[in-house]
């Protein structure tokens, strides 16, 4: 998630709550996981929201899930087991440990649009900066409207006008950032009062269906790259990505969450390419987001945001967002490239992400 939105523990997963440290991301960590990812909106530097993913070995904590996710911000190398991720304005992360648990999508009753209510098993939560060093317990956050997501458009019952108003205001630009094919997997949209300007999403249990959370206070001028980090959490936190493991230990690529991620995988890739037992080990270490931001302004050609220094979820989500918005770097490999320019040239590579990057620059009004 970015503030004004990061894994899998798979209970109900974004990518990226988007806080201002929770939203849209994931904790990701040699075989840990959390499952919401939360991002808030920051500075143009630092952006995001999404559930917290976390280094191998390590857990963050955005949105705990039982009746309702709970967010950790920014959890400490020893807690970087099992996370979710959220986003925020400047640029904090928080994150969720739930509690693995099936859970069945809200219904539609006959006579009305029953207000669905959020997963108590999120998979993939990612925050955003903004909640960091500080843990929302899910009892005293609670969504102030919900809409379900039925043929592209809001379902509402019960909501107040000036409610529907936003959460239409929200979701018109989802929609019209997001391709149509790319889109289908979101069923709910959650409409907050305390993301700080960010926002989130959570995965169901069969990496399907999402749930999308953001802010109302989330102003037009960060959304678009909030919801950008979000869907980043969508596009590489599921079923095609990632299959539900037992047994963690088996796992030999990268756990987010309860899920391992498929050998040909983009996070996979990212993961072997970018994130060295060196660079897990300095992540780790840096255990609060005043820690990462610190040493994000003394070195800002690694990470694209102090943000994306929580974990390989976020810092994909991130980047992802660098790579949509910005011009591509040369296609020649240089000595003279930083790791940010070999990222955002890394996805360039991958298949299908030039062609998803065109229609969303279109989208975005951007040109080609």
Known sequence: M????????????VVCLCVLGASCRASVNDGRAADETHKSPGTAAERDTDTAL???????????????????VAPTPAALAATSIPTAAPSPTATSTPAVTPTATPTVAPTHVPMPTPSPTPLVPVPRPGLADQVISPSSRVPIAAFRVVDDRLESFGVAD????EGERIWAR?????????????TVLF????????????????????????????????????????????????????????????????????????????IAAFHDRFWSEEVRALTAFLSTYEQRRQ???????????????????????????????????????SPLDTVVMRK?????????????????????????
């Open 344 to 368: 955002v040239r890394f996805l360039a590579t991958r298949s299908g992400l030039i062609e998803l990057r065109h229609d969303m620059r279109q989208n975005l009004g951007l040109g080609t």
């Open 54 to 72: 976390q280094n191998p070995g390590v857990a963050p904590p955005p949105a705990a899930q039982t009746p309702a996710p709970t967010l950790a």
């Open 174 to 186: 989802f929609v019209a950032i997001v391709p149509p094919e790319r889109r289908q997997s979101v």
């Open 191 to 266: 409409l907050w009062d305390n993301l700080r300007g960010g926002a989130s999403v959570i995965r169901h249990w069969n990496l399907d269906e999402w749930q999308l959370s953001v802010d109302r206070a989330v102003t037009a001028e960060a959304l678009d790259e909030l919801l950008l980090h979000e869907f980043a959490h969508m596009l590489t936190l599921n079923l095609d990505e990632m299959s539900v493991v037992a047994d963690t230990a088996a796992c030999a690529t990268v756990m987010v969450g309860s899920a391992c991620a498929h050998s040909d995988s983009v």
């Open 162 to 165: 000036a409610l529907v108003d």
């Open 2 to 13: 970015r503030n004004g939105f990061g894994v899998l523990r798979i209970a109900a997963l």
């Open 295 to 333: 040493y994000f302004e003394s070195n800002d050609t690694d990470f694209v945001t102090a943000y994306a220094l929580t974990n390989v979820a976020e810092d994909l989500a991130e980047s992802f967002v660098r790579f949509v918005v910005d011009d591509l770097p040369p296609p020649q490999v």
